[in-house]
């Protein structure tokens, strides 16, 4: 084992040094050791295996000659310098690395991570961590576990995130538009409904998922609802009727109790679901005395069942039935198309949907029907339904779901472009984070606040990724690490459109236009 740990060696350790960070020097510069690549430290032969080899990261390196000084102010000699040959071999190179855990903890049958408690000894030697090892410890491929991408420091190592553990203690996928997010998890929705067999729901925002081709079975459902299993809080919600408002209440629950029991007999049409609402609304006798005060509750009740109706009837179907598993598939990859309706009728479906999956799973695992299959579901735009400053009807089911959702096997993956816009108590109950590269200080800021594991300098590699490659930690990740995350094949709805090119398109059908471009390009004189 202890052979296959380490490739070539680097360096050697220097200064004073602590069991966090330590200075090394570069022996053989040819080596080129990289940021963000991982090392080995032997702490040598007095230490047992257990605590003789620490894995650590590359934080910095950088790189000087002695003969080439700061202070150096004489250019004449520069020529010179360069053809003499001791200037070449006295080049040196040094860097930082971080200390992240002992070696044999993390390659043990259970693996953790375990820092080191002592500074390894000066001197001691730096190696290239071994690529066997990396795949010992990155790549998993065991039950639960998924490859999302590659080291980005080592590319010919996978790195692989457990499922189970994103469904337990949810995701954000952070990071600038354009970074990768959609691609993200358009890959770890494909892997988990084609490799693992699992179910996800899609909260498609922007009608990306819904367009593209992602080779696994694909459900695309409509954002739509049937009235008759709205609950009576969520019409409360909707109606705007306010919790003082105790005479509205009882006009309009006694009215929905009503109707339900009209419509479940079988006496009336699913679709008289609103006149039946209004008439039994019109129909409320009242308690007790005051008359004018409910006959004014009665016609305020019946001006907002209006209002609702003509708000959001586009979205109410009377045929949808009462089984979730008909709507949410299981064993598919559900997306709820959500691009052509507002952000408010989102809010109610959304709300509506994860309500009733909350539900159906508590039933399910009281042994009472209900829903059957733990579920991934994710709600991109999370700072629009899940806004921190602002009121949304999904807020409560998100944080609630984020606190519990564990005991009954929904998982909750949020995905934004501005973090500092989503509910802080949502984001932090995500224990996992795939950011890729993000910009805005006040945006970093607070990821690092709402984030366990990210250091100091995990944060300042942000802005400086490129697309596709993240910063992956939390419960579900072996190691925090930078990864090159995989390309989705297929995923094609969120592409950039290149307008150059079908402005083109459309300019050389057009003569018209043809014409202004020469003659522009005359002036211009080409
Ligand atoms: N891992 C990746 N590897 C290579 N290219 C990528 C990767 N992720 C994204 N891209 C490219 O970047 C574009 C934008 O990605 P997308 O996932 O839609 O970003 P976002 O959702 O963050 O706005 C994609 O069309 C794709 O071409
Ligand atoms: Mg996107």
């Known amino acids: 084992m202890e052979k296959n740990l380490y490739g070539e060696q680097i360096g050697s350790v220097i200064g004073e040094t602590s069991p966090i960070q330590i200075l090394f020097i570069v022996e053989n510069t040819r080596s080129r050791p990289r940021l963000g690549e991982y090392i080995v430290v032997d702490y040598g032969g007095d230490y047992g295996f257990r605590e003789r080899y620490v894995l650590g990261m590359i934080e910095s390196i950088s790189s000087g000659n002695p003969l080439a000084p700061e202070s150096f102010s004489n250019p004449h000699v520069l020529p010179r310098l360069r053809l003499y040959d001791e200037t070449r071999t006295r080049t ?239 064993g598919y990859l559900n997306i709820m198309d959500l691009g052509g309706v507002d952000e408010d009728t989102a809010d109610v479906v959304v709300h509506h949907y994860l309500r009733r999956l909350y539900y159906e799973r508590r039933r399910y695992l009281r042994g009472e029907g209900g829903y059957p299959d733990p579920i991934l579901v994710v709600i991109e735009e999370a700072h629009v339904l899940v806004p921190r400053n602002e009121s949304r009807v999904t807020k409560y089911w998100v944080s609630r779901i984020a606190r519990e959702g564990r005991k009954f096997g929904i998982g909750l993956c949020l995905v934004s472009q501005r973090p500092k816009a989503i509910d802080e108590n949502a984001l932090s109950q995500t224990n996992n984070k795939i950011i890729l590269r993000l910009v805005e200080p006040n945006d970093l800021r607070y990821v690092q606040y709402a984030s366990e594991y990210l250091s100091d300098e995990l944060l300042k590699m942000l802005p400086g990724l490129n697309i596709g490659e993240a910063i992956v930690f939390g419960l579900m990740a072996p190691l925090p690490a930078v990864v090159k995350i995989d390309q989705c094949t297929g995923k094609s709805g969120g592409r950039d459109i290149d307008a150059v090119s079908e402005w083109g398109s459309r300019a050389s059908r057009d003569n018209s236009v043809l014409r202004i471009v020469e003659e522009t390009h005359d002036l211009a004189g080409f």
């Open 92 to 330: 040196y190179m040094r860097g930082t690395a971080r200390l992240l855990s002992y070696v044999s903890t993390l390659v043990s049958r259970k693996p953790f991570v375990e820092t080191p408690k002592t500074p390894p000894p000066p001197l001691s030697i730096v190696y290239r961590a071994g690529r066997e090892l990396l795949e010992k410890i990155f790549s998993n491929k065991g039950r639960g576990w998924v490859r999302i991408g590659v080291l980005a420091s080592h590319p010919d190592v996978p790195y692989s995130v457990n499922v189970n553990y994103i469904v337990q203690r949810h995701l954000a996928i952070l990071a600038v538009t354009g970074a990768g997010k959609s691609n993200t998890v358009a890959l770890l929705v494909t892997r988990i409904v084609g490799g693992l067999g699992g179910t996800a729901l899609v909260f498609d925002m922007h009608s990306e998922y819904s367009s593209s081709q992602l080779g696994v079975k694909t459900s695309v459902i409509e954002p739509a609802l049937n009235p008759l299993y709205l609950d009576t809080s969520e019409f409360l919600q909707l109606l705007r009727i306010p919790s003082n408002a105790w005479r509205q209440e009882l006009v309009f629950r006694e009215a929905l109790k009503k109707t339900k029991e009209s419509i479940l007999s079988g006496e009336a049409m699913p679709s008289s679901f609103f006149e039946l609402l209004r008439s039994y609304a019109r129909e409320y006798g009242g308690v007790g005395r005051k008359r004018s005060e409910w006959e004014r509750a009665v016609s305020s009740v019946i001006n907002k069942i209006d209002d609702l109706y003509d708000r959001y009837r586009h979205i109410f179907r009377y045929d949808i039935g009462s089984n979730l598993s008909s709507i949410i598939r299981p």
